[in-house]
T-cell receptor, first 115, second 112 residues
Framework: GAGVSQSPSNKVTEKGKDVELRCDPISGHTALYWYRQSLGQGLEFLIYFQGNSAPDKSGLPSDRFSAERTGGSVSTLTIQRTQQEDSAVYLC?????????????FGSGTQLSVL | DQQVKQNSPSLSVQEGRISILNCDYTNSMFDYFLWYKKYPAEGPTFLISISSIKDKNEDGRFTVFLNKSAKHLSLHIVPSQPGDSAVYFCAASAPAGNMLTFGGGTRLMVKP
């Protein structure tokens, strides 16, 4: 596609439920990133994929968070047993090679609200 | 511990005047810096970048200045336009790094 696509754009869930957030990166981009932005905060790194592998998962806040990438393309971020503090905008980004000096192209994000 | 800080959460400027957004960092390994702009309900978009071998990079109305000794960079927008109203994020990366570390953002409001 022309840009990074994320779905759903908005998700409201009840505390304790599981949610899945989807990211479709720019075609051909090997690197994929998940960030989140909590209210009034900056962008917090969650996980980085190079192809289907995740060499850097250091930003995942707890074992309730997991992510996978299949076919070197689509990625899914799963949050189990959601908590209210998980409420945030979850942003996906992709880049050609995954080098720090590269521009990241971001999707519009998924606004997650945990009630 | 925040490695990239934007100490001003908001800035209001009159149209046509200069906007100066500031960013400080603590990690001396950072060698590449970027600014992103974010409109509501959209993802951040790349604006301008600078390598640590330079102290200035200019692109049209946007100029980024880097002061390595002070671990400080700034983004200048001249002249400011109402369409520049957005949240601006400073970001940094280290050599061989594969991710960007972002600051907390500064909301710029340009008044007509």
């Amino acid at each position: 596609g022309a840009g990074v696509s994320q779905s759903p754009s908005n998700k409201v869930t009840e505390k304790g439920k599981d949610v899945e957030l989807r990211c479709d990166p720019i075609s051909g981009h090997t690197a994929l990133y998940w960030y989140r932005q909590s209210l009034g905060q900056g962008l917090e790194f969650l996980i980085y994929f190079q192809g289907n592998s995740a060499p850097d998962k250091s930003g995942l806040p707890s074992d309730r968070f997991s992510a996978e990438r299949t076919g070197g393309s689509v990625s899914t971020l799963t949050i189990q047993r959601t908590q209210q503090e998980d409420s945030a905008v979850y942003l996906c980004a992709s880049s050609s090679l995954g080098q720090g000096m590269e521009k990241l192209f971001f999707g519009s994000g998924t606004q997650l609200s945990v009630l | 511990d925040q490695q990239v800080k934007q100490n001003s959460p908001s800035l209001s400027v009159q149209e046509g005047r200069i906007s100066i957004l500031n960013c400080d960092y603590t990690n001396s390994m950072f060698d590449y810096f970027l600014w992103y702009k974010k409109y509501p309900a959209e993802g951040p978009t790349f604006l301008i970048s600078i390598s640590s071998i330079k102290d200035k990079n200019e692109d049209g109305r946007f100029t980024v200045f880097l002061n390595k000794s002070a671990k400080h960079l700034s983004l200048h927008i001249v002249p400011s336009q109402p369409g520049d109203s957005a949240v601006y994020f400073c970001a940094a990366s280290a050599p061989a790094g594969n991710m960007l570390t972002f600051g907390g953002g500064t909301r710029l409001m340009v008044k007509p």
